[in-house]
């Protein structure tokens, strides 16, 4: 696990510019969350702007959390600026599922984008793997096997799949990660999934397979998420705690607390 902890450093090392076209709930939480994580964020979500800031940016996120037609357009616009300039995509699919406008937006992004991971619920990519999705706003309540869920979404939309929960599954459909970090609190929170999405597309920059890079980050976000916990005493103290973790937690303690199993040739 020592290769998956360093890459934190790399991280910080390396300071990337991440372009967020995300949802009005969890912008700030996005901001702060990446600044304390050591890279730079942007939030650019005019259709005017969109795709030249994506192509001055190291990475790009798009969140349909609170979508509109013309964010629609502005991520589409993005997108294919970042497939031109071949930087990362994350596509975090809020609330996919839910609504028949957020279905088809979702399905209509992995159309026009070259995706390069999808990061959700196990609710939403039941949904985007064309199985019978339980999403209660923006939240999940799918009550399924979530591997061969993320499996069948990455093998069918062919693209890495994180789906979070109480364990992460990792996967390309072909190999992969079992992730046990995380705690409870990360739930009673707004955006912790939303920056966990933004927090893959920095460790995405620092040039390693989709897979190992995104295992590099939810390790890291569970592992902080479990250190905030122990000093807190609910939502409130436990956010500002995981910020501060996320600023503190380097390498060398990361590596004694990853929990992380790995499965080859599914
Ligand atoms: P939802 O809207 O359903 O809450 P989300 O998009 O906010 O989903 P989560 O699935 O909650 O995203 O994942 C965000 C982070 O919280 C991940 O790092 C995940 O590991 C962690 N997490 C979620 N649920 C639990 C849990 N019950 N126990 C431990 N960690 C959890
Ligand atoms: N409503 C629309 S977007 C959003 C809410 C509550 C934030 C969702 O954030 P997350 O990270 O999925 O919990
Ligand atoms: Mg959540
Ligand atoms: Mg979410």
């Known amino acids: 696990m020592s290769e998956i902890a360093s890459l934190i450093t790399k991280v910080r090392e390396r300071q990337?510019?991440?372009?967020?076209?995300?949802?009005?709930?969890?912008?700030?939480?996005?901001?702060?969350?990446?600044?304390?994580?050591?890279?730079?964020?942007?939030?650019?979500?005019?259709?005017?702007?969109?795709?030249?800031?994506?192509?001055v940016a190291d990475a790009l996120v798009l969140n349909i959390g609170t979508l509109t037609t013309p964010q629609v357009e502005a991520m589409i616009s993005a997108g294919k600026a970042a497939n031109e300039k071949g930087i990362p995509v994350v596509f975090d699919p809020v609330g996919a599922g839910a609504t028949p406008f957020r279905n088809k937006t979702a399905l209509h992004i992995l159309e026009q984008v070259n995706?390069?991971?999808?990061?959700?619920?196990?609710?939403?990519?039941?949904?985007?793997?064309?199985?019978?999705?339980?999403?209660?706003?923006?939240?999940?309540?799918?009550?399924?096997?979530?591997?061969?869920?993320?499996i069948k979404a990455a093998r069918q939309l062919g693209t890495a799949v994180v789906l979070t929960g109480e364990e992460d599954v990792i996967t390309n459909g072909d190999s992969?990660?079992?992730?046990?970090?995380?705690?409870?609190?990360?739930?009673?929170?707004?955006?912790?999934?939303?920056?966990?999405?933004?927090?893959?597309?920095?460790?995405?920059?620092?040039?390693?397979?989709?897979?190992?890079?995104?295992?590099?980050?939810?390790?890291?976000?569970?592992?902080?998420?479990?250190?905030?916990?122990?000093?807190?005493?609910?939502?409130?103290?436990?956010?500002?705690?995981f910020l501060d973790t996320i600023y503190h937690l380097n390498e060398k303690e990361l590596q004694g607390k990853i929990k992380l199993s790995y499965f080859n040739h599914l």
């Open 115 to 150: 995706v390069s991971l999808i990061r959700g619920n196990a609710g939403e990519i039941a949904y985007l793997a064309g199985a019978d999705a339980k999403v209660k706003g923006v939240d999940s309540s799918f009550q399924g096997n979530n591997q061969e869920i993320a």
């Open 16 to 55: 990337p510019l991440i372009h967020n076209i995300t949802n009005n709930v969890v912008t700030n939480f996005t901001a702060n969350g990446l600044l304390s994580l050591g890279v730079s964020p942007v939030m650019a979500n005019a259709r005017e702007e969109a795709a030249d800031m994506a192509s």
């Open 176 to 241: 992969l990660y079992l992730g046990k970090n995380g705690h409870q609190l990360q739930t009673r929170v707004t955006g912790a999934g939303c920056l966990l999405s933004s927090v893959i597309a920095a460790f995405l920059t620092v040039k390693e397979t989709e897979l190992k890079a995104a295992a590099g980050a939810v390790s890291f976000y569970g592992a902080a998420a479990e250190i905030a916990a122990d000093s807190s005493k609910g939502p409130g103290s436990f956010q500002t705690a």
